[in-house]
């Protein structure tokens, strides 16, 4: 998360949503990761976290990758990876962005996994699996040295198309000590400036939004075979933002048929209650936290 009004506000519903609606993992350690950009987290924030047990921590990340999106997440990622390496089995890395519903149990995934999952929202920069393997998706595969056996059919989230892998990477588990999230920092931070990526990020903005989440599909294939992965079911990291286009038979009637989804700021929206299908007392437990 950055030491700003909106991203403490999410990780604050975050927190409290897993405190609060966690079940038996409502006393889960919890850190929170903030790149160290010379701001610090406001006092507000800082209270929060002191009340829930919460650990806030600061990572360096390189100068001239600051302003790239979305490359903090995996500086972060890295960063958690390091500190759970040695005091814990498994990492859970979710974006602020999350909200907890209720247990989410499934992250305590079988012992055979090294990875839980979920596939990305929808298509976006998606490779199609029955179409070619586009000029992109090939240097992806070809910087992290994906086995072309290892592909396999990954269903959306919510559009419903069937893509190579492509994983979503603000819920993922993982077996730190399996240093995942040390590749996916390392080619990540070695490619994202080469120039053929380059000239695909002028061609559209999208490549360069979603370039750590191509990165870290390319990785996951790399490393992992398909039966060392446990798929989360589709009532996790739902995407609310998305719930009107939702075309699958997933479609929640009310947010508590979820475990965790994913928003985009629903509360800049000044009609956001009229608009969400839940009951009033969970709405009224969001309003306590968005002002």
Request: net charge neutral; charged share 20%.
């Amino acid at each position: 998360m950055y030491p700003d009004p909106v991203s403490e506000t999410n990780a604050r519903i975050l927190i409290e949503s897993l405190r609060t609606f966690g079940g038996s993992m409502t006393t889960m350690p919890v850190l929170c990761l903030v790149p160290a950009m010379g701001k610090d987290v406001s006092p507000t924030f800082r209270d929060v976290c002191q009340t829930n047990a919460v650990r806030v921590t600061s990572f360096a990340m390189p100068v001239e990758a600051v302003r790239f999106p979305l490359a903090a997440d995996v500086a972060g990622a890295a960063h958690a990876e390091n500190k759970a390496r040695d005091a814990y089995d498994l990492l859970v890395w979710l974006g602020a962005n999350t909200i907890v519903f209720q247990e989410p149990r499934h992250f305590l995934i079988p012992d055979h996994a090294i990875l839980g999952y979920c596939p990305v929202h929808h298509t976006n920069i998606g490779s199609l699996i029955d179409d070619v393997l586009d000029p992109f998706w090939s240097l992806i595969y070809q910087v992290c040295k994906v086995p072309e056996e290892r592909v396999f059919p990954m269903k959306t989230h919510v559009d419903g198309k069937t893509l190579r892998p492509y994983f979503n990477a603000s819920s993922l588990v993982s077996r730190p000590d399996r240093g995942l999230f040390a590749s996916w920092r390392d080619i990540f931070f070695n490619t994202y400036q080469q120039q053929n990526f380059k000239k695909f990020y002028e061609q559209d903005e999208r490549y360069a939004i979603f370039m750590h989440q191509a990165i870290l599909s390319g990785i996951i294939l790399a490393m992992f075979e398909l039966n060392e992965m446990a798929k989360l079911p589709p009532t996790y990291n739902y995407p609310l933002h998305l719930w009107q286009d939702d075309i699958t038979v997933s479609r929640p009637r009310k947010l508590h048929d979820l475990v965790t989804a994913r928003h985009e700021v629903f509360y800049r929206d000044p009609n956001w209650r009229n608009k969400m299908p839940e009951g009033d007392n969970f709405k009224d437990w969001l309003v306590q936290r968005t002002k």
